[in-house]
């Protein structure tokens, strides 16, 4: 059976708060960004987040309803296919239900993914520079872009990063044969989470495909 797995471009990377400022200077330089970002701190996230993506002249939308508490998330995508995938890690398992066959859910047994909210890394590994700040989207961001060059392969990024919440809210990546970006809208941060909907126990009719890590070898 093909599993096919939710598309979180990250990215993210990506993604993504205040840590000891509570009026951050408009201006900064890159030192002063990257070490609030990377020291960021979410406890709770709701929002949405949008991709969208261009490669040999084919373009693909998905929007993410995202529900974040402490490390475990649920994630809503939505594809303009109208093609509607959850997926919940529920702080040791992660399931994926199709909304396309309900007939059957998939478990990844001990994920070794990331925290989609962990900063730590952010800007690695790629050159970086800082840009000033601007509005976009009607918030205020510092700006910081990324190259990396290896092989003759070359991508650059770009990150807005909210100068009130920390948070890299857009983020824009480009090679010679890809475009993507990444949205955040509709955020609250640190606010209460409905802990049900970050739990989930299959229904009995339904079959369970298991993957465990040793399968992931």
Sequence with gaps: MKIKLPVLTVILVLIFLAAGCSQPPE???LDYVLENVRNNSIDTFTGVMETSSEMDGKT??????????????????????QHKQITIFDGTDSWIISYN??????VIREPS??????????????????RGTET?????AH???????????KEEVTWWVDVETWLPFISENRTA????????RDIRIN?????SLLEYTPPEDVYVHEIFPEDRQ
């Design 113 to 130: 993914g990331f925290d989609m909210f962990d900063f730590t890394n952010f800007g690695e590994p790629y050159e970086l520079s800082y």
């Design 143 to 153: 700006v910081v872009e990324g190259i990396l060059e290896k092989d003759g392969f």
């Design 136 to 140: 976009v989207e009607g918030r205020r």
């Design 191 to 195: 606010k209460e989470v409905d802990e």
């Design 27 to 29: 201006e900064g330089n």
């Design 60 to 81: 693909m939308e998905t929007i993410t309803y995202i529900w974040y508490a402490g490390g475990r998330s649920r994630t809503e995508s939505v594809d303009e296919e």
């Design 177 to 184: 044969l890809y475009t993507g970006k990444l949205i955040f």
């Design 101 to 106: 066959d309900l007939s059957y859910v998939t």
